[in-house]
């Protein structure tokens, strides 16, 4: 079996998002330049009344941005049309001004999703509970397995190198486009659009609220005050392909995916180890991997949910793997937590600040809390010098991983 | 050459617990696919399927701990235990797991939702939310074994287990951990077979045709589905080294997607598939001389096993060696798909290829050597096939002789 060698360089050549501050990479970065976060009332599943109401909703008419008839996307999920919405953008940058275009038929797609195609499986529940399973139309209910994102956005697109699929929870974006990088380096994947996808559904809206893991109002990391996370939604890409192979297209390389680190605490279903052991082995695993040494990170995009346990957690990894200088942020304080989604959307956020040359702040942080210990860029963006930086990405099961992403000029 | 020993193998599957009683299905004359009494299947027209019975989960797993898993959870860390007894050894903390699942909890979400349908949104029980994630039986495996490795889970429909075997493969290579578990796990219920009865996909009975998966038969009309869990642990040669024993070793890849299909259905792209079956042979260091068994895909749809058939017509032409089906004894997705590797690895070691359960009449349209009975044969290595609906693709080479 071939090795991933680690001598392959990994560029970036596309992005695309989407999530409550925006439909495209574009409108997300003035969101974030102007600090405005996109939490409100949730309008989703009206007449069903849950603990908290807040979330932050994609809410957009996705079919005017689908490539796709209706009679398409009526038989895909919402988390399948988010992931199709998020990849057109990253395959057109990826074509932008390039000698020839992405070989498409030799691309993997590999996303991560937590809940899939969940949204129309609870759909077709109630449907059984009106009309029993003889009448309940079952064409959607087929888009329910968590595999759907990634063979809708095969299909739309015409990609022909795989598709993969990754469903640990709110890790699963950041090991989607881990194990994308290693198919590169491996010369089992040509090109890969790697990235994660999830709509708001019933059950994690409100089993985050039964785990009481919810702040009643809209999150806020590493705060004194903070109570739990804000749900959220949406999906992102990048496009991903070796050096040399982008340099040969002609393409623009917007970033190199210098690394990544995956690891599991082996502690708690559900809870993070509280000394952070197994976030600070996944950042250390991405220094590795990239062989970048901690003190060339400048900065951290955090996981940052807002519980009580992550943000502590967290920061005494960060402290241990990197030091106590580095900046670190939160991007969830703008969209939320968009669970399986979030390695995707947050790796996006990344490559833009990276770019941009602009560190997105943590909205809302009045007052860190006591344990909470780190620069946090609280409020405002800060323009910061940036080389090397790290995306952190844990879920449930204690699983943890880490991106490490390099400035390309 | 790298390549990658499978050195324990642990099997929650139909009619057979741990792998030497799984040795023994694949070598009797009974499928474990059965009819269902889990649920009603008056109405619909598939009436069998792969389920669990006769399993205590309490021989492997502690009481306190098991009312805190679901189903998926109580296979999937059954088979781990069993893998990790079957080897015998002690592997290092720094090892790490990866499942591969087609359907996931589906049924701990309608429990969820029960639940909340019930007592409403506030009231629902944690502890199923918990376990409504994809992957709570991979953490429930790191947490019983202490395994801090990478710790993820994978869906890929049909193919999701070799995916699995694919991810934990190239991580080993890459040195990442000195050891994996790798399989897949699946639960199959009232919902998922109705809906997959209700689209067709399901083997049914035609006239005097009873209902049954016909691999490669000329009477075939859709798939069985099965459950349960089965898991590998694969390892480094130098961790291989030390070990007892040796069931095979993971040789090649091959990952691609047959761009010609549709949601939910096999297309026609048999040269994509044939490459993808190339890649894997190509990844192996090895030709298509070499390849001495193909344990195949086929699952007794019409569509899918036609499209296994071109492609491998496509790729070896009149150098086909025998094709094994094997998933008329366990059905689709049962185990996640690991069950088919796992046969195709016992097989190496027995040197003799399984019977093909439920292919009698072949199809004139297909020819291949398809095996009727367990057939002694020089083994060194083999082709495992796995192509989901939807078009995904990922095939294997296992091998007897390691790196």
Redesign the interface.
Known sequence: ????DLNVRIAVTGAGIICSIGRNKEEVWSSIRESRAGIGVMSRFQG????TDIAAEVNVDLDEMLPISMRESK??SRSDLLAIVAAREALAQADEGATSPLPR?RA?VSTGT?T?G?LE??E???R??EKG??RAR?SR???????GP???V??VF????????????C?SAG?AIG?AA??LR?N??DVAIAGGSDALC??T???????QAVDPAPCSPFGADRKGITLGEGAAYLILERWDDAVARGAKIIAELRGYG?????????APAEDG??AE?AMN?ALGDGNVAAASIQYVNAHGTGTLLNDSAETKAIISAIGSDVPVSSSKSFFGHTLGAAGGIEAVITVLALQNQLAPPTLRLDRAADDCTLDYVPHTPRPLPMTNVLSNTF?????NVSLLFSRVL | M???AITGIGVVAPGAVGVDAFRGLLRGAESGVRPVERFDTV?LSAHNAGLIRDFAPKQFIAPGKMR?MNMLSRFAVSAAHLALLDSGATIA?ES??VLG????P?QT??E??KE??EK???????QL????????P???I??E?????????????ES?AL?AA??A???I??G?VPAALLGGVEEVN??IF??LD??GALAHANGAVGEMARPFDRRRNGLSIGEGSAVLLAESPEQARDRAKVYGW??????????T????DWGEGDD?VAA?MR?AIE??DLTLDDIDAVYASANGTIRGDRLEYRALQTLFGSRLPPVVATKGWFGEYCAGGALQLIAALLALGEQSLHASYGFEEGDPEMQLDVTREARPLALRNVLVNSL?A?????CTVISREGA
């Open positions: 079996m071939r090795k991933a069903e009344t849950f603990p038989r895909l038929e993997i937590s899939g969940l499986g609870e077709y529940y109630f059984r509970l399973r003889r079952a209910v087929l888009q329910q397995p968590t595999s990634s063979e809708a095969a299909g015409g990609l022909g190198g795989g598709v993969m699929s990754n469903a640990t929870a890790a090991a194990v290693d198919f491996s089992h994947a019933r059950l809206y409100s089993g985050f609220n039964v785990l995956a690891t599991c605490d082996a502690h708690h279903p559900t052991r197994g082995a695993g879920g449930f099961g204690g699983s | 790298n390549r990658v109405g805190r903390p790490g797991v699942t087609a359907f996931g589906v979400s309608i969820y939702m909340y349908v409403g949104a506030a009231l629902a029980p944690p939310f918990a376990e409504s994630v994809a992957n709570a991979g953490s429930h790191a947490i074994a202490g395994f801090r490795g990478f710790n993820v889970t994978v869906t890929q429909r999701s995916a694919m991810y493969a190239s991580q290579v890459k990442t009232e919902m109705s809906v209700r689209i993971l040789s090649g890849f091959g990952i691609g997607r047959d761009t299909a549709k949601i939910s994509q993808a890649s990844d192996a989901s939807g078009g995904g693709i990922v």
